[in-house]
Antibody, heavy 120, light 107 residues
Framework: QVQLQESGPGLVKTSETLSLTCTVSGGSINSYYWSWIRQPPGKGLEYIGYISYGGSTNYNPSLQSRVTISVDTSKNQFSLTLTSVTAADTAVYFC??????????????WGQGTLVTVSS | EVVMTQSPATLSVSPGERATLSCRASQSVSSKLAWYQQKPGQAPRLLIYGASTRATGFPARFSGSGSGTEFTLTISSLQSEDFAVYYCQQYYNWPFTFGPGTKVDMK
């Protein structure tokens, strides 16, 4: 059974860079697309972007200027960086897998999520 | 961007009753629509994909229908473990977008 686990700092200072890693276990990162989604406390879900195992990416236009998603197939990990963060970036960040080894499909496996708080 | 709306925001239901949740897209998303169940402190869990295909692990009391811009999630006889927030998501147009959610709570 594929499992995903987010890791990274729980507190980031305003204007600095948020960095998170998602480690995939129980399966290979190859042949799938991998996503980041976030959820501000008490609010709904926002898709940040996704990356293919080959490294091609697609970012939400609302965040595109600040987001980078990368993949390290040797470690079975993919990562998120978000620059120039503000309090509005405070959220639970989830990593997830797109089903069927394709983009433009549903998310069939999710990590448990990690809360990142942005504060001065 | 495709805007997803859900109604009602909160649905109060007694165990054993039927629950009907609606999701609407601002433009057609064909059948590229998923439903997720989220319980407090947990990640969302895939419930329905392709508008009507039930994901592994969910019982037959959950069903999805619709295409284009109008979608429905029905829980035929609500059980205690079904009280949660339900989100719809379109994956037809990028950026993929979620609805604001419907909270199903106990009447």
């Amino acid at each position: 059974q594929v499992q995903l686990q987010e890791s990274g700092p729980g507190l980031v200072k305003t204007s600095e860079t948020l960095s998170l890693t998602c480690t995939v276990s129980g399966g290979s990162i190859n042949s799938y697309y991998w996503s980041w989604i976030r959820q501000p406390p008490g609010k709904g879900l926002e898709y940040i972007g996704y990356i293919s195992y080959g490294g091609s990416t697609n970012y939400n236009p609302s965040l595109q200027s600040r987001v980078t998603i990368s993949v390290d197939t040797s470690k079975n990990q993919f990562s998120l960086t978000l620059t120039s963060v503000t309090a509005a970036d405070t959220a639970v960040y989830f990593c997830a897998r797109e089903a069927w080894g394709a983009s433009y499909t549903h998310l069939d496996h999710w990590g448990q999520g990690t809360l990142v708080t942005v504060s001065s | 961007e495709v805007v997803m709306t859900q109604s009602p925001a909160t649905l109060s239901v007694s165990p054993g009753e039927r629950a009907t949740l609606s999701c609407r897209a601002s433009q057609s998303v064909s059948s590229k629509l998923a439903w997720y169940q989220q319980k407090p402190g947990q990640a969302p869990r895939l419930l329905i994909y392709g508008a009507s295909t039930r994901a592994t692990g969910f019982p037959a009391r959950f069903s999805g229908s619709g295409s284009g811009t109008e979608f429905t999630l029905t829980i035929s006889s609500l059980q205690s473990e079904d009280f949660a927030v339900y989100y719809c998501q379109q994956y037809y147009n990028w950026p993929f977008t979620f609805g604001p959610g419907t909270k199903v709570d106990m009447k």
